[in-house]
């Protein structure tokens, strides 16, 4: 007979603890749990018994009980129904269909009636009366037959009782107490504030005020549908989700989209300052949280719901993590007194510039750090220094932890203790309406135990607006003013702004309005809200003046800049050209994507490129080889997005991720031979910065012959950004077609006499630029016609993405002539 088998590892477990649905008859009592009552009520009657013997001295206890057995009868009918209770619980005990009926049909039909005709909040202060009466009633009584006075008078007398009652070392018990009381009434007072009840009718804002963020508003509409019938998702099984986290960009309308959760609903909004949890003392935030809570509950049972905002979220809901300091860029390498080699770099490219000075793509994967050098990084602490600060540490966000999950736990001392004496299963609590929204910018830091499902169900980005929202928001707020404004010119505006939330947004309007205030108008009008993006993108410029063969040499690096950037982009427009001196540049191109795209193709890297060599190709090409420190940003980035197209995007001669090949430690192509001494890593490292050397040098050239073919509209932009410092992106196409603009007129850079003055002006320039003197002559008279007073110049920084015939090429193969100015002479070149 074969033997069963048997696990390998382990017990086998077999049964198990039923539950108590399961369990047709009551739970059995315990012997104490039966008579406890019957000995309290035992002791009570000896009491009184011994109260009338202290009140006749001469009588006995058999006389004494007789006595009692007349007047406390009210104590035999308390025992009487003690019995009653308790046959009651036997019968439960053996007999499931009694239990049931009594379960189900009794105590089950009146909750059910209760339920029905009293909302939550009246039975919570109906309970809470009852209660504090029987308990008052009790005290009454006893006291009253104590001291044989009527049970109201006795309650007046027992203060006065107990005053006289207390001996000295209970009187000096109670001094301490007053003592030990003042620190608690001072932790609870500092446990007050940061925390804002606003009520319905004090929230005024709606879904409709919300603009640009309709995605996401459709998704917390949701939470909305679920807060005011959550019987649709709990009569089917779930459960209604309790924790909405919000997070993106400063600016997008997290904020305001509580409000007008808030504001649709009906239902108190409470907002929790972000600073609240924040705390000189140990234990202040924890009460903060237990008082926030508590607080919610009765407005919940209250009105049927509440929400509760915490804005701010990453200052409680992290445990002090440590993060490190992003290290900055070393003053070599972003001059303050060059191009702004930052600006004219597409979305994409400038966001992996930001990455590679934060360390986490170039710093991390393509450069270890040398024997002996140590890394330039702070270690800061997020949650506070010693025994102060708060935020999430020091037991805060330990406490709302448990407040998120502990929502369900029985409450209340008569609920939990007295129910429990009286051998009665506390009541579950009300279902309490609570919607836990939070917004952040730094979802990174927050704890990974408050995401979870449970404390926060549902996680929506609220990012930048699409164009579509951009336009909206700015219909809406232009709605709110007088202006000028055409549709067109609205969704140019739209376009211009790519990365504008509705904060600034209503800011850069406001700033038009004060523009138009200032020139005596109450209509705004285009250039109004040019001057206003001028003035929040780029700030006002600096009061310097530049000497003028320094201002000419910007002028041509930053013409250089546009010309390459109109020559190879086809979807990307100029924004503003600009040579107005700003706090950490002296000119700047910039240009914007007419629509949004999401992908960077390696033609548009290129261009990128290539815009960023256009500097340093020009300064060479037009100053005899010379070159400035104004192309230390242009080279830094022109080599960043080299090197990522090269190791990591399969832009270049290679297929093979390098960051990959480092991680798995399985090398890259192209490593060292058999035989040889040389460092692996530094190898690979030599050879790829080999071949991102070979890749600019080609670009560079390309960028040459570029400017070359383009040389005259190089010194026609020079020549009109010498006059008007700064352009509008259809100026300078103006300037570059020949043709009329909306501010400046380019007409006469079609004249080739023209162009040959501007020849002579710049060679002139370039030998002051060799001997540190002035140019001998003045800057050509017949400069463009400004058409208005106003001069229109916004800076946002230039997106260099695309390329230019469509195909991935970039354009015609040049010859580079030579340049000849008019005298004959041949200008230096490289």
Known sequence: MKKAQRPAQGLSYEGGRPREEDIPTRKRLALWDRVKWLVLLAAAWLIL?????????????????????RV????????????????????????????????????????????????????????????????IAVIAIVTGKIIHVEPLLALLKIPAIIWHAMPTVIQLLFYMFFVVAQFALLFWFLSRGGVDVYYPDDIKTRFSDVWGQDHVLEKVKENII??????????????????????????????????????????????????????????????????????????????????????????????????????????????SCGCNGFSYLSSQAQWLMFENAAGSQLTERLAEPEPGVKRNRQILPVGGMGGMGGGGG???????????SGLKKPRGFINRVVRRLLGMRPKPPPHYRILVMMATNMVSTLDPALLRPGRIDRIYRVGFPSKAGRVRTYEGYLAKVQHELTGEQIDKLAV??????????????????????????????????????????LGPPEDVEYIERERHAVAVHEACHAIVAYRTRRHMEIDIATIEKGSSYLGMVSSVKPEDQFTTWRSEFESDILTGLASLAGERMFFESDSSSGVSGDLESATAIASLMEGFYGMGQTVSSFSIGQRLQMGTPGGR???????????????????????????????????????????????????????????????????????????????????ARLREYHLAAARAHREHGQPDLPLPAAEPVLVSGVV????YGSRAVGSGNGDGSLGPTYEPPVYQPPDGSANGQS
């Open 49 to 69: 018994v011994w109260s009338v013997m202290a009140d006749y001295p001469l009588a006995s206890f058999a006389d004494a009980a007789r006595i009692q057995v």
């Open 72 to 135: 406390g009868y009210w104590v035999f009918i308390l025992a009487g129904l003690e019995v009653l209770r308790q046959l009651h619980f036997l019968i439960s005990e053996h007999w499931a269909g009694y239990h049931q009926f009594w379960l189900n049909r009794v105590w089950g039909g009146a909750n059910r009636v209760t339920d029905r005709r009293l909302s939550a909040w009246t039975r919570f202060r109906l309970g809470r009366i009852v209660r504090w009466v029987i308990v």
């Open 226 to 335: 679920f807060l005011e019938n959550p019987e649709l998702v709990e009569d089917r099984g779930g459960y209604v989700p309790g924790g909405i986290l919000l997070w993106g960009p400063p600016g997008t309308g997290k904020t305001l989209m509580a409000e007008a959760v808030a504001g649709e609903t009906g239902k108190p909004y409470v907002f929790v300052d972000p600073g609240a949890f924040i705390n000189m003392f140990f234990g202040v935030g924890v009460l903060k949280v237990k008082g926030l809570f508590r607080k919610l509950r009765k407005l919940a049972l209250r009105y049927g719901g509440v929400i509760v905002f915490f804005d701010e979220a990453d200052s409680l809901g992290n445990r002090g993590m440590m993060t490190q300091g992003i290290p900055g860029v070393s003053g070599a390498s972003a001059s």
């Open 394 to 404: 020091m037991g805060t966000l330990q406490a709302l932890l448990t407040e998120l």
């Open 496 to 537: 211009v702004t790519p990365y504008a939330t509705g904060a600034t947004i209503k800011d850069l309007v406001n700033e038009a309005l004060i523009n138009a205030i200032r020139d005596d108008r109450d209509v705004i009008t285009w250039p109004d809200v040019i001057k206003a993006k001028q003035l929040k993108e």
């Open 673 to 755: 031979g058999k035989g040889s001494q040389e460092d692996p890593q530094e190898h690979v490292r030599r050879m790829l910065a080999d071949r991102i050397e070979d890749n600019l040098a080609t670009l560079l050239v390309r960028a040459e012959a570029i400017l070359r073919e383009n040389e005259r509209h190089i010194l026609a932009l020079a020549h009109a950004l010498e006059t008007h410092k700064t352009l509008s992106g259809e100026d300078v196409v103006a300037v570059f077609e020949c043709h009329r603009g909306p501010q400046v007129d380019g007409t006469p850079y079609a004249d080739d006499e023209f162009i």
């Open 792 to 795: 229109v110049a916004d800076g």
